[in-house]
T-cell receptor, first 113, second 112 residues
Framework: KAGVTQTPRYLIKTRGQQVTLSCSPI?????VSWYQQTPGQGLQFLFE???????NKGNFPGRFSGRQFSNSRSEMNVSTLELGDSALYLC????????????FGPGTRLTVT | DAKTTQPPSMDCAEGRAANLPCNHS???????VYWYRQIHSQGPQYIIH???NNETNEMASLIITEDRKSSTLILPHATLRDTAVYYC?????????????FGGGTRLMVKP
């Protein structure tokens, strides 16, 4: 069974630009969550989608948004990039909304210059 | 979700048991204890979870104290590949969603 895949793996953007990251969950999984990991703040929850609906949202500005498609693939978008958005963005998938195990992808390393 | 306290770092000799403690003194009755680990440059990996009974799987054992205010993750025979940051998380299990609140974790260094 293929794991969670994230594309691209590495990305370099300039301040003010916008970026879209993609996550393909494990086949059959319907929940996708996104996290941001930085050296200073650690791993922080961004949002969770289930059946194309946002279920939970973390404490991030509105520049961070996401969506989920009918095939459970998810994208997250960050607009008007700031230097502080440089981070590893991780997505995790699970079967349902009350899953014991979540499976993380390898992440997308975003660098904002 | 209740907060957890873990030592920032620990060392363990290869082949020995690694015992990683976690304090969660404000845990509620419906909160589970979860352990994840993150090997360098990879996404976190689920290890084990429990409510009040001790649990064991192919990766590790989880010992939860009777008052549920602390727990210990045990890697019975640590290998160099177990070097990672280990996160103890407590959260309600239910239809509230899958959000995980990560703390600082314990950086385990397994040494030859």
């Amino acid at each position: 069974k293929a794991g969670v895949t994230q594309t691209p793996r590495y990305l370099i953007k300039t301040r003010g630009q916008q970026v879209t990251l993609s996550c393909s969950p494990i086949s059959g999984h319907r929940s996708v969550s996104w996290y941001q990991q930085t050296p200073g703040q650690g791993l922080q929850f961004l949002f969770e989608y289930f059946s194309e609906t946002q279920r939970n949202k973390g404490n991030f500005p509105g520049r961070f948004s996401g969506r989920q498609f009918s095939n459970s693939r998810s994208e997250m978008n960050v607009s008007t990039l700031e230097l502080g958005d440089s981070a590893l963005y991780l997505c995790a998938s699970s079967w349902g909304t009350a899953s014991y195990e979540q499976y993380f992808g390898p992440g997308t390393r975003l660098t904002v210059t | 979700d209740a907060k957890t306290t873990q030592p920032p770092s620990m060392d363990c000799a290869e082949g020995r048991a690694a015992n990683l403690p976690c304090n969660h003194s404000t845990i509620s009755g419906n909160e589970y204890v979860y352990w994840y680990r993150q090997i360098h440059s990879q996404g976190p990996q689920y290890i084990i979870h429990g409510l009040k009974n001790n649990e064991t799987n192919e990766m590790a054992s989880l010992i939860i104290t009777e008052d549920r205010k602390s727990s210990t993750l045990i890697l019975p025979h640590a290998t160099l590949r177990d070097t990672a940051v280990y996160y103890c998380i407590v959260r309600v299990q239910g239809n509230a969603g899958n959000m995980l609140t990560f703390g600082g974790g314990t950086r385990l260094m397994v040494k030859p």
